[in-house]
């Protein structure tokens, strides 16, 4: 009995075994979490994207309110927290059109807003290259759509 414990005392490490069903069981787990955190990571990233554009739109509305309380002509471009919005007239319903764009350090994000001639929002758009949402008068946001690659 003495030397069974003493050989079994003096084994140091795993058997190649133990090491391969230990491997085998991270895998399985990681098999069954990957998806998961997968479908989760869109989720947050979808709520991100309405998150950004809801924070711009709202942005935009106090800039154009400003300059219409004002009576300031709408200018060519604005800066809005760090971002430059340049705004195109659309000739035939005498719509202003509002397009911003502006990079960040790998992706570009770009965002078009619609307003009536008397400075109201009418329709706005918001892309973050992986997701795109939209906002108008009369039906609120719609869910974030993911991008064709």
Known sequence: MGKIRQTLE?????????????????LAIAAFLV??????MSGINQT????????ILVELQKEVADMYKDS???PTTIMIN???????VQDS???KGVEQKYSGSQSEKAAKCTLSPDGDMVSFAF????????WSRSEGWTT???LAS
């Open 48 to 55: 991100n994207c309405t998150a950004e554009a809801a924070k």
């Open 127 to 134: 892309t973050d290259m992986t997701y795109e949402t939209t």
């Open 144 to 146: 974030p759509a993911k």
């Open 10 to 26: 003096s084994r140091k490490g795993y058997s190649l075994v133990q090491l391969i069903l230990v491997i085998i069981i991270i």
């Open 82 to 88: 760090d971002v430059v919005v340049t705004i195109n």
């Open 72 to 74: 300031q002509l709408i």
């Open 35 to 40: 998806p998961s955190a997968k479908k989760y």
């Open 93 to 95: 319903a005498d719509l």
